[in-house]
Every structure is written in structure tokens, then in C-alpha cells.
């Protein structure tokens, strides 16, 4: 299987966690109609996939050698998929900002 | 062709205490090299350190002299089993065969008891079962060399011969390196036995050697 596919899988861990708080942000901007909390929504944002790092690094602390064995750091798991999270959360604001 | 892989200068400690001290320990394919060890003595550590998941500045990790470090990276190069379980309990069997990239059906005639059980999930398996779809996966990857941390523990008798066989099936084109307290076992499968003692490491020839390291009681 390909890498790109089993970082995908690990991003499965917290998916449902992390679009739960994009799903938030959008719903606040769309309700509040206003572009100036953007940055506020950014930061908190950011502060949540911290603590997400946190709670899935503590849990997943084993499930690292399965990625270990087919050569993916645990570095390039999360900064690939945090990456993408990030990415998902600024297609949404850029969506949002144009419905406005 | 053969390949050899080796680790040198290896030191570890925690504050004071000195875990490993300037070890080296080489493995060529077509090989099985025992390691055993009292509780603490640093077998983990090792395996981990030379599979490239425990940071260790000072040592060297070679592939035919060439350095490989983190192991791990390399491409087809190093499986490694720890001595916990670590493939994802949400996968299949099915699937984890499948992301492996092995064909499932060779497992399943070694155990039949797991016919039919493909589409369960490894959580829904008993801790033994888990434990050999683990133990064959890392056995039977693509690569040139495995490490097994605990291979034995928890398994029944006659899963730990079926493992046995698996291991000699594979020697042919890999080296093993093994670590267990189940010392016959390691025993009867090793070409080389090291025993980790004081930070250091010992070339032990059988268990007579490991008596006179005071691994084993000397009765009599």
C-alpha cells in the first residue's frame, strides 16, 4: 500500500474530531456573518490540532511501529496530515468568505 | 549475495545507570542471533536503537558498510516486532495482510483455525491470534533483516513450533535477530547467542555459558 494511503489512514484517527471543529468554525462565521473572527477561528484552529496531537500521540504511542515497519516517520505522519487538516480548514474559510 | 548489518557504539544510560555500554552486534543474512538478557539489561533498547526508533547519537548503523540510519527508512531493508502489540486493532485481518502486500492464504493453512476469520477484525481475535498474524506479517515482509522483541511470550507450544518454522523458512534469504526470556527456545534456533550483562555484551556458545554469566541458576 502506498504511503500516501496509510498517512491517510492515520489521519483517520482524528478526522471526525478535527472536521468536527472546522464544521464549528464555518457554522460561527456563516451565523455571525462576520470576516473579522477569522483570526480568532484560526488560532483556536490551531490551538485544537495541538490538543489533538496530544491526545492521539498518547494513544497511538504503539500503533507507531505498524507505521514505522513501512518506513513512515512519525514526523511525516503528522506533518502530513496535519497539513491537510489545515488545508481542509482553509478551503472552508475561503468558501465561506465568498458566500458572505 | 549476503548482507550483513551491524551496530556499534551503543551507549545508554539513565542518569547514573548504565544500560549499554560500546556494544557491537552483527547479523548476516541466512542467520538467527539470539539475544538474551536479564529484565532491563537493555534488549529492548537495542533492538530499538539499531531499528532506528530510539535516538542514540552516538552509534553507527551499517548495511554492508554503508550507513543506514534510521533503519527504519530504509527501503526493504528492516522489519520490526515489538514485544507489544502494534498493528492497528481496527484493521482486518484481511487488510493488514493486504497493506503488508502478502498473500493471506499461506497463513491460513498454518492455521486453520482462523479459516473463515479474514474479515474479523484483530481486535476481535484472542491475544495469541493476534499476536501470530503480527509475528508472521514482520517474518514474511519484504526485507533483509527482522527483529523480534518477545516472539514467544504469551504464545502456546504449538504456535511457538509453527513460529519456528516460519523463522527457518526465511533464513534462507534473511537474518533474524531475537530476543526472548524463553532461552530454549532462542537456543534452539540461534547460530549465535549474545547475553546482555552489565551494559556489556557477551558471545555465549550454550547455556552452560549463560550459567556461568549467571543468567541461568547452576544447579548442581
Given at each position: 500500500m502506498k504511503k500516501s494511503a496509510l498517512i491517510l489512514r492515520f489521519y483517520g484517527n482524528f478526522v471526525v474530531a478535527s472536521n468536527l471543529i472546522t464544521y464549528s468554525c464555518w457554522k460561527l462565521i456563516d451565523y455571525w456573518k462576520m470576516t473579522t473572527i477569522i483570526p480568532v477561528l484560526f488560532l483556536f484552529k490551531i490551538a485544537t490540532s495541538f490538543i489533538i496531537f496530544l491526545w492521539v500521540n498518547e494513544r497511538k504511542q504503539k500503533e507507531y511501529f505498524f507505521y514505522y515497519n513501512q518506513g513512515i516517520s512519525k514526523m511525516k505522519l503528522w506533518s502530513n496530515s496535519l497539513s491537510l487538516d489545515i488545508f481542509l480548514f482553509c478551503v472552508m474559510l475561503y468558501f465561506t468568505i465568498l458566500s458572505l | 549475495m549476503k548482507h550483513k548489518l551491524e551496530?556499534?557504539?551503543?551507549?545508554?544510560?539513565?542518569?547514573?545507570?548504565?544500560?549499554?555500554?560500546?556494544?557491537?552486534?552483527?547479523?548476516?543474512?541466512?542467520?538467527?542471533?539470539?539475544?538474551?538478557?536479564?529484565?532491563?539489561?537493555?534488549?529492548?533498547?537495542?533492538?530499538?536503537?539499531?531499528?532506528?526508533?530510539?535516538?542514540?547519537?552516538?552509534?553507527?548503523?551499517?548495511?554492508?558498510?554503508?550507513?543506514?540510519?534510521?533503519?527504519?527508512?530504509?527501503?526493504?531493508?528492516?522489519?520490526?516486532l515489538p514485544q507489544f502489540n502494534f498493528i492497528p486493532q481496527g484493521l482486518s485481518v484481511q487488510k493488514a495482510f493486504q497493506i503488508l502486500g502478502l498473500p493471506i492464504e499461506p497463513f491460513l493453512t498454518n492455521l486453520p483455525e482462523l479459516n473463515n476469520r479474514e474479515k474479523s477484525k484483530l481486535r476481535e481475535l484472542s491475544g495469541g491470534f493476534y499476536r501470530l498474524v503480527?509475528?508472521?506479517?514482520m517474518i514474511k515482509k519484504?526485507?533483509?533483516?527482522?527483529?523480534?522483541d518477545e516472539p514467544f511470550t504469551h504464545i502456546m507450544p504449538i504456535h511457538i513450533e509453527l513460529i519456528q518454522k516460519w523463522i527457518e523458512?526465511?533464513?534462507?534469504?534473511?537474518?533474524?535477530?531475537?530476543?526472548?526470556?524463553?532461552?530454549?527456545?532462542?537456543?534452539?534456533?540461534?547460530?549465535?547467542?549474545?547475553?546482555?550483562?552489565?551494559?556489556?555484551?557477551?558471545f555465549c556458545k550454550d547455556s552452560d555459558d549463560l550459567k556461568e554469566f549467571g543468567y541461568l541458576k547452576n544447579i548442581g
Amino acid at each position: 500500500m502506498k504511503k500516501s494511503a496509510l498517512i491517510l489512514r492515520f489521519y483517520g484517527n482524528f478526522v471526525v474530531a478535527s472536521n468536527l471543529i472546522t464544521y464549528s468554525c464555518w457554522k460561527l462565521i456563516d451565523y455571525w456573518k462576520m470576516t473579522t473572527i477569522i483570526p480568532v477561528l484560526f488560532l483556536f484552529k490551531i490551538a485544537t490540532s495541538f490538543i489533538i496531537f496530544l491526545w492521539v500521540n498518547e494513544r497511538k504511542q504503539k500503533e507507531y511501529f505498524f507505521y514505522y515497519n513501512q518506513g513512515i516517520s512519525k514526523m511525516k505522519l503528522w506533518s502530513n496530515s496535519l497539513s491537510l487538516d489545515i488545508f481542509l480548514f482553509c478551503v472552508m474559510l475561503y468558501f465561506t468568505i465568498l458566500s458572505l | 549475495m549476503k548482507h550483513k548489518l551491524e551496530i556499534d557504539g551503543v551507549r545508554l544510560s539513565y542518569g547514573d545507570k548504565v544500560i549499554l555500554s560500546d556494544i557491537y552486534l552483527e547479523c548476516t543474512t541466512g542467520s538467527v542471533v539470539g539475544l538474551l538478557g536479564r529484565n532491563g539489561s537493555g534488549k529492548s533498547s537495542l533492538l530499538q536503537i539499531l531499528f532506528g526508533t530510539k535516538q542514540n547519537d552516538d552509534c553507527s548503523v551499517r548495511l554492508n558498510e554503508i550507513s543506514i540510519k534510521p533503519a527504519f527508512k530504509a527501503d526493504k531493508c528492516i522489519a520490526y516486532l515489538p514485544q507489544f502489540n502494534f498493528i492497528p486493532q481496527g484493521l482486518s485481518v484481511q487488510k493488514a495482510f493486504q497493506i503488508l502486500g502478502l498473500p493471506i492464504e499461506p497463513f491460513l493453512t498454518n492455521l486453520p483455525e482462523l479459516n473463515n476469520r479474514e474479515k474479523s477484525k484483530l481486535r476481535e481475535l484472542s491475544g495469541g491470534f493476534y499476536r501470530l498474524v503480527e509475528l508472521y506479517l514482520m517474518i514474511k515482509k519484504e526485507g533483509k533483516f527482522v527483529l523480534l522483541d518477545e516472539p514467544f511470550t504469551h504464545i502456546m507450544p504449538i504456535h511457538i513450533e509453527l513460529i519456528q518454522k516460519w523463522i527457518e523458512e526465511e533464513k534462507t534469504k534473511k537474518g533474524f535477530i531475537i530476543s526472548d526470556h524463553l532461552y530454549h527456545h532462542i537456543i534452539s534456533i540461534s547460530d549465535k547467542l549474545y547475553l546482555l550483562k552489565d551494559g556489556k555484551i557477551h558471545f555465549c556458545k550454550d547455556s552452560d555459558d549463560l550459567k556461568e554469566f549467571g543468567y541461568l541458576k547452576n544447579i548442581g
